[in-house]
């Protein structure tokens, strides 16, 4: 089946399994202007009728189709879960969102979540950093020291992720997963984003290990450096 317009797509899905709710928006990367051919649409409903929240998926109109089922208390809670692991999810989605349709209620929403974006994440603790330099190090030194080169690749996605969190955790900095940590790191900071890229593609196509090491060094320098000696957890 041949897709229609997305948007044409997003309001006749609404109006066929959700005619009575109180909001609905389309989010997602067609309304980012980054569609692909494997893009889906992502479908915000709120309806105060409802008594919780959940998540659906369905294959309609030529769309692959995620919508997200709130009342007007289940979105808040989703949105302050999302925030404290520093993943805004839902609150992205709101905030960038297109009025599908509006009983008056998601202006006011939309705005919650725009100021959600705009503070940012919590303050990390001193406790939170050392706790993450300590893992680090220890991704690292694996890294450092694995000889078999397909042990090193799942060593240096592991590495990648626990980095990429702490740069964007220790500055406050909203975190991304798969696809969302290079968006995260690059909303943050272009050129680091770029050396962060190139750092791991040298070692995925050569081996060569050098690039990351300097780079997790000197990242973790700024708060004392590699960390093992002396540090407990559960004591």
Known sequence: MNRIDPYRAAVLFTLNHFPNCHGALLAGSVVR??????????IVIVDSNLQS?????????????????????????????????????LPKMVS???VLKDSGIIEAIKQEAKDLLVKGPEEWSAETIRIKRYFITDALDDFIGCSVRAEEIFIANTLAELVSEFVLGTNRQWIGTSKWILRSLRNYDEKFADLFVDAFDVFYKTGDKNRIIVMVDDILQQFGGRLFQGF????
Request: proline share 2%; charged share 30%; net charge negative.
């Open 232 to 235: 407990s957890l559960g004591k």
């Open 33 to 42: 202007g980054e569609g692909t051919e494997t893009s889906d649409l992502d």
């Open 96 to 98: 960038e969102g297109i």
């Open 53 to 89: 929240a959940y998540r659906e998926s369905f294959i309609e109109l030529g769309w692959n189709i995620e919508v997200f089922v709130h009342n007007l208390s289940s979105y808040k809670d989703f949105f302050k879960s999302d925030c404290e692991r520093a993943r805004p999810s």
